[in-house]
């Protein structure tokens, strides 16, 4: 089955301080990759996503993730994280079964993030 | 103009009782989801609908049957509820193609508080 992995459960930093969140996913196919943000008592949104092409993405909010096909990984970075990017980060895999999109969203487990001021 | 609206927010309620959450998309999506977060914030899919049509039943109970009147419209009525349903249930939806997933915008929530 495939199955998501972050390995920082919570991360504590200080503004400034640069961030990289790591995602392992177990899945030997073709794969679409996500990273989704989850502030306090908000709805989960979309930070950047990975289909094809160049495996350094760029999202919002100054975040960028690199999609390392030969690791399975696809880590978040940030290079000076804020007060207001405290929030919770989910990785998320779509796999698929040949050619043929499984129509499943797989998320790992998040990662809280807390920045002190 | 919420994308995903969910209702209720919260619910509070007794075992054994059977209570429904609503959920509309005004995004022209064709493809909706109910997701579980439990208390340790893990998500994981319940149901994914296509064009009204069940297209993913994870390992969920029966008690749990979603109902989906039109591709616009998404609900979850759960039967003798047990302590273990409490959770938070997000709604998504997004377009889904036959090689390609695409984004899923989720609701705020519904936290179920089963006591």
């Known amino acids: 089955a495939q199955s998501v992995s972050q390995h920082n459960h919570h991360v504590i930093l200080s503004e400034a301080a640069s961030l990289e969140l790591g995602c392992n996913y177990s899945?030997?196919?073709?794969?679409?990759l996500f990273w989704y943000v989850q502030y306090p008592g908000q709805h989960l949104q979309l930070l950047l996503k990975?289909?094809?092409?160049?495996?350094l993405v760029k999202g919002i909010k100054g975040f960028e993730a690199e999609f390392i096909k030969s690791k399975f990984s696809f880590n978040l970075r940030k290079p000076s994280v804020q007060w207001s990017d405290t929030a919770e980060y989910f990785c998320?895999?779509?796999?698929?079964?040949?050619?043929?999109?499984?129509?499943?969203?797989?998320f790992g487990q998040g990662t809280t993030l807390q920045v002190k001021p | 103009d919420t994308a995903v609206s969910q209702t209720p927010k919260y619910l509070v309620t007794q075992m054994g009782n059977d209570k429904s959450i609503k959920c509309e998309q005004n995004l022209g999506h064709d493809t909706m989801y109910w997701y579980k977060q439990d208390s340790k914030k893990f998500l994981k899919i319940m149901f994914s609908?296509?064009?009204?049509?069940?297209?993913i039943n994870e390992t969920v109970p029966n008690r749990f049957s979603p109902k989906s009147p039109d591709k616009a419209h998404l609900n979850l009525h759960i039967n003798s509820l047990e302590l273990g349903d409490s959770a938070v249930y997000f709604c998504?939806?997004?377009?889904?193609?036959?090689?390609?997933?695409?984004?899923?915008?989720f609701g705020e929530g519904s936290r179920l508080t089963v006591l």
């Open positions: 998320a895999v779509n796999a698929r079964q040949g050619s043929s999109n499984t129509g499943k969203l797989i």
């Open positions: 609908y296509n064009n009204k049509e069940l297209i």
């Open positions: 899945y030997g196919g073709t794969v679409n």
């Open positions: 990975y289909f094809s092409g160049d495996p």
């Open positions: 998504a939806s997004g377009t889904s193609g036959r090689t390609i997933m695409g984004e899923l915008f």
